[in-house]
């Protein structure tokens, strides 16, 4: 275990949880950025400090252009204005702050994907769709970038990153990980960051903590931790 990660040992437990367009917002009876508006992060951390939840795990985006925090980069790239894909409110801002006020350490879900799902944002960052060996350092400098603004905008308020999608079957390698993890560290040098490589969970030299994708208890072994 990275020494890095021993923070997120003592926390002992934690919730994972999504906060997605496509999950809050199916139904489409508001924007997404009205959606977000009306997260109640009062009562979210009430709730977490209350069943005594030592960190959280919280989405900031998944597969399509919506993102819960407002993003320059993504903008400029994607070509969406503030509020069409990215929210206005700060989401993760606010969680981070109220989150801190009951001793709750805060993570932050990305993927490696990026918004592929839309095809605007697709297109303009250069994936948009899955297949095999179709990352490139093209993509993957653009989607750090927008990953980079987050990082250094939150700094030592975000302990951790779980980097989804990250999958040797699209292209993946130590070289491209070091990417997304520079970004991260540029960020708050203290973090602890992830990649997501479906049920592989062999620590590499870009993972701080082992982290993986389990379908059934027989996946795990006498030997295999989180950390």
């Known amino acids: 275990m990275s020494h890095k990660a021993d923070r997120l040992a003592s ?25 977000v508006n009306e997260f109640d992060v009062k009562k979210f951390a009430k709730t977490l400090d209350e069943i005594k939840a030592g960190y959280v795990i919280f989405t900031i985006m ?19 204005l503030p509020g069409e894909a990215c929210s206005e409110r700060d989401l993760i801002l606010e969680l981070a702050d109220e989150l801190e006020k009951y001793g709750i350490d805060l993570m932050l879900y990305y993927t490696g994907d990026g918004p592929y799902k839309d095809k605007k944002a697709g297109n303009a960052f250069g994936y948009t769709h899955e297949g095999y060996d179709c990352v490139n350092a093209d993509f993957v400098k653009k989607w750090a970038a927008v990953l980079e603004e987050y990082a250094t905008r939150y700094k030592e308020k ?70």
């Open 11 to 35: 926390q002992k437990w934690g919730i994972f949880t999504h906060y997605l367009s496509r999950i809050q917002n199916i139904d489409k009876r508001t924007s997404w950025n009205e959606c």
């Open 62 to 80: 998944q597969g399509s252009a919506e993102l819960c925090a407002p993003n320059k980069t993504f903008e400029l790239i994607s070509g969406y």
């Open 158 to 227: 975000i302990k951790g990153w779980w980097i989804d999608g990250c999958y040797t079957a699209l292209g993946y390698n130590d070289e491209l990980l070091k990417i997304y993890k520079d970004a991260v560290l540029k960020g708050n040098p203290d973090a602890v960051v992830s990649f997501n490589n479906e049920a592989e969970i062999k620590k590499t030299p870009q993972r701080f903590y082992r982290c993986g994708v389990f379908y059934s208890p027989r996946s795990f072994s006498s030997d295999t931790s989180f950390t």
